[in-house]
């Protein structure tokens, strides 16, 4: 009976009913006049959901890198493919957070909301304005290269306590997996089994926590819905919000790859779109890169005509480390929340945002709300309240399927670009 109800009612409905259960109750208490019964008895609830995402950040992120990175294995390979297939990688998802950061930019959805909704909403977070007030003040004070200190630390525990600071976990990360990629195998695979343990119980972590979202979700969107005074407002801006990801994804999915196609691989354009339709559509059903993984090497190999050489090792190595749709859209839904809670952001902080964004891109685990956590990690490493996310859960299932097909279309053109790479070379 349990597993009928499952299938009846997969994660992303309940979030949703979850999602409309806490508009309905944010609503009522507004017009009862009990919107402070909310702030004290069902925002609690969502505020223990955020702090246990954050709880697992650090945790998920650290294991990820390094398994992704150790993964590798054979330093020859990593040397002639590995080296080239990352830079690629990284550069796509430059691209892809760039663009998504210029459409939120651009088309600023956030600020749809009414002005004085922000102006409410900044004084109940007038906190998080004043300390990033502060920082600002004393990033001016610091020199040029401060931002080294903020990137390598000096102790991995402190850096490992403090969710702001993950940028400094994610360098220690990846660090630790390069020193243990240079060494022999028999030496460090002991020390990957154990890693492999960590990342099962870890992303079981994520399943149980991702299990309670819906509740978080409802209590959550009841207390911003109380904040707002029950303003439609913030429904018109969800929305701008929603067609601006779907339109970034789609510049992605219909210009950008086919443009990389045309310039640095002998495949027609118009064949690479024609072939990866089926693989797009998998990977949008499925809302996993690792699940298409079959799917992708099979339509890289046969019908792009991609070595198995490359396809074997660049594609399961994309699936780890390349993540373009979920990076672009990270990007909209940051700016998008910064906006609404009137948050503003200096030119520090987008700098941040799209290190962090891109970095945390190769931690990001391929498990159903996976990217909720690495969201909420990065959203904290720039001062912006995570409560905000529970604006954008409730729509997030649609917007993830379509980037999951941005993602392998992505790795299919790394794919493809490394294997033009490699003939020439020979």
Same mark, same amino acid.
């Given at each position: 009976m349990t597993n009928e109800k499952k299938k009846r009612f997969p994660l992303y409905i309940q979030i949703l009913i979850g999602m409309a259960i806490g508009i309905i109750g944010g609503i009522v208490a507004v017009k009862t006049g009990n919107a402070p019964f909310i702030k004290d008895w069902i925002q609690p609830w969502g505020q223990l959901f955020i702090r246990l995402l954050q709880l697992i950040a650090i945790p998920l992120v650290f294991i990820s890198l390094v398994k992704g990175v150790a993964g590798l294995k054979d330093i020859s390979k990593f040397s002639r493919l590995g080296?080239?297939?990352?830079?690629?990688?990284?550069?796509?998802?430059? !691209?892809?957070?760039? $663009?998504?950061?210029?459409?939120? $930019?651009? !088309?600023? =959805? *956030?600020?749809?909301?009414?002005r004085e909704?922000?102006?409410?909403?900044?004084?109940?977070?007038q906190s998080v304005v004043e300390q990033k007030q502060e920082e600002a003040t004393e990033t001016q004070q610091k020199g040029p290269l401060h931002f080294l200190n903020d990137f390598v630390p000096n102790n991995i525990i402190q850096a490992a306590g403090d969710n702001s600071r993950i940028?400094?976990?994610? #360098?220690?990360?990846? #660090? #630790?997996?390069?020193?243990?990629?240079?060494? =022999?195998?028999? %030496?460090?695979? =002991?020390?990957?089994?154990?890693?492999? *343990?960590?990342?099962?119980?870890?992303?079981?972590?994520?399943?149980?926590?991702?299990?309670?979202?819906?509740i978080g979700v409802a209590a959550l969107m009841a207390a911003l819905i109380a904040d707002f005074g029950g303003n439609a407002s913030i429904f018109s801006?969800?929305?701008?919000?929603?067609?601006?990801?779907?339109?970034?994804?789609?510049?992605?999915?219909?210009? #950008?790859?086919?443009?990389?196609i045309k310039l640095f691989t002998n495949i027609p354009a118009r064949k690479f779109i024609r072939c990866m339709y089926p693989v797009q559509?998998?990977?949008? %059903? %499925?809302?996993?890169s690792a699940a298409t993984l079959p799917v992708t090497l099979e339509t890289a190999e046969r019908q792009l005509g991609i070595s198995t050489e490359v396809?074997? @090792?660049?594609? =399961?190595?994309? !699936?780890?480390?390349?993540?373009?749709g979920t990076s672009c859209y990270q990007t909209?839904?940051?700016?998008?929340?910064?906006?609404?809670? *009137?948050?503003?952001?200096?030119?520090?902080? @987008? @700098?941040?945002?799209?290190?962090?964004?891109? $970095?945390?891109s190769i931690g990001t685990p391929a498990v159903p709300g996976g990217s909720f956590v690495i969201l909420t990690m990065v959203l904290g490493s720039v001062g912006i309240p995570a409560e905000g996310l529970a604006l954008i859960l409730g729509i997030d299932r649609p917007l993830d399927m379509l980037r999951t097909s941005v993602n392998v279309t992505g790795d299919a053109t790394v794919a493809a670009i490394v294997d033009k790479s490699n003939t020439d070379n020979r």
């Open positions: 080296g080239k297939t990352i830079l690629i990688y990284l550069c796509t998802t430059v !691209v892809a957070v760039a $663009l998504g950061m210029s459409m939120g $930019l651009l !088309v600023k =959805p *956030g600020n749809l909301v009414e909704q922000v102006l409410h909403l900044q004084e109940n977070y940028l400094q976990v994610v #360098f220690f990360a990846l #660090f #630790f997996g390069v020193a243990a990629l240079a060494l =022999p195998s028999q %030496t460090v695979d =002991p020390v990957l089994k154990i890693f492999d *343990g960590l990342n099962e119980i870890i992303l079981q972590m994520v399943e149980y926590v991702i299990n309670v979202a819906p801006a969800l929305g701008v919000y929603a067609l601006t990801v779907i339109a970034a994804l789609f510049i992605l999915l219909i210009g #950008f790859y086919p443009l990389l559509l998998f990977g949008f %059903t %499925t809302s996993s396809s074997s @090792f660049v594609l =399961p190595i994309g !699936v780890t480390i390349n993540m373009d909209v839904a940051i700016l998008f929340i910064a906006q609404v809670l *009137g948050v503003e952001l200096s030119i520090a902080d @987008f @700098f941040i945002i799209i290190g962090m964004t891109v $970095l945390s």
